[in-house]
């Protein structure tokens, strides 16, 4: 007689003979849960610092004054109510931070941050001057700046470009300022002032990439007999000079340009650097800086920055007595070309 078969299920508990059957179903499902439960942990873990250090550059814009400051305006999207701002440098002025509603936001700014309560606004608009992307040496001044992202860069009126370390993405003249369109990364940018004719314009105006990709090949060998021409005129100038100082080195010595002339030659200068120049010109030519911060009350960084201004224009000479810095007006003053 066949022994007859009892069938065990999974699901049950059955014990026999003081064996016991344990279901295995749950056991199993719990395996493959786990680790998905604890992926899912680690993304939410993940996301969190990621989402609330969030910020986007939408648009970058770069304005070159005439005095080799800089304005700077920037829209950011942010997502957090203190946001932390990386500036372009520390030599800052004029710095506003303003909200969607278009009201001025609470700023601080230390170094080269500004730290900015955006009261609640997904975007803020950001402008500043900024003294630290443009140097001088001789006729010759420079941009160099490290963009994070693209931007635009618009030329003083009547700049001509003597050399560019990088080919922009758009190049147009707008009412005889130069306006490029450049990609992120380091730039470099020498330009020198001088007078934009019609035809100059007009040809400035039907440049492509591809004749600005000529021009940076052959850039080099342009720049090279520019800055040849400089170095001759300013071998004839000097000795020119030589003559007139011999003749009369003790009048020059004594005597400034006037007032009147320093405005003729550097009509591009600001109203509040002019009242600098009339100051020191009343105070015999010379002054320390540390009478121009009691005359105007001015903090000393303010001060030095206008007289640093002043002194890129070559209006001015800088130089230590006393262990202070006296503040000279120049009378060799000469006309931009």
Do not use: C
């Not at 305006?73 to 509603?101: K, P, R």
């Not at 001025?104 to 900015?116: H, M, R, W, Y």
């Not at 490290?146 to 922009?168: G, H």
């Amino acid at each position: 007689m066949n022994p007859e078969i009892v069938p065990i299920h999974r699901k049950e508990f059955l014990q026999e003979d003081g064996i016991l059957f344990v279901r295995t179903d749950s056991i199993l499902e719990t395996m493959v849960k786990a680790p998905l439960i604890l992926a899912g942990f680690i993304i939410v873990v993940l996301t969190i610092p990621i989402q609330t250090s969030f910020s986007s550059t939408r648009t970058l814009d770069l304005i070159i004054q005439s005095d080799g400051s800089t304005h700077i305006s920037s829209q950011i999207d942010v997502d957090s109510s203190d946001f932390e701002l990386s500036l372009f440098g520390s030599s800052i002025d004029n710095f506003i931070a303003i909200g969607e509603n278009g009201s001025s936001l609470p700023e601080n700014i230390i170094d080269d941050k500004a730290i900015v309560d955006t009261l609640g606004s997904s975007s803020i608009t950001v402008n500043y001057d900024i003294h630290d992307l443009i140097t001088k040496e001789g006729r010759v001044w420079t941009f160099s700046f490290d963009s994070p992202s693209n931007y635009s860069l618009l030329l003083p009126e009547n700049s001509v470009i003597v050399r560019m370390s990088v080919l922009p993405n758009n190049m147009k003249q707008i009412d005889g300022q130069i306006k490029l369109e450049l990609f992120s990364g380091p730039a470099q940018i020498d330009y020198i002032f001088g007078i934009t004719s019609e035809s100059t314009t007009t040809n400035q105006l039907e440049y492509t990439l591809d004749f600005l990709t000529a021009g940076l090949i052959i850039g080099p060998i342009i720049t090279a007999s520019i800055v040849a021409a400089i170095l001759i005129k300013k071998k004839q100038s000097k000795s020119l000079q030589i003559h007139v100082v011999e003749s009369s080195e003790k009048q020059s010595e004594s005597k400034s340009l006037d007032t009147h002339t320093i405005f003729n030659l550097r009509p591009e200068m600001r109203q509040d650097d002019k009242e600098i120049v009339k100051f020191i010109s009343e105070n015999g030519g010379q002054v320390f800086e540390s009478d121009l911060r009691k005359k105007f009350l001015q903090p000393r960084t303010t001060m030095w920055r206008a007289v640093k201004r002043l002194e890129r224009l070559e209006v001015v000479e800088i130089y230590k007595k006393d262990l202070q810095n006296m503040v000279k007006l120049r009378n060799d003053l000469e006309e931009e070309n």
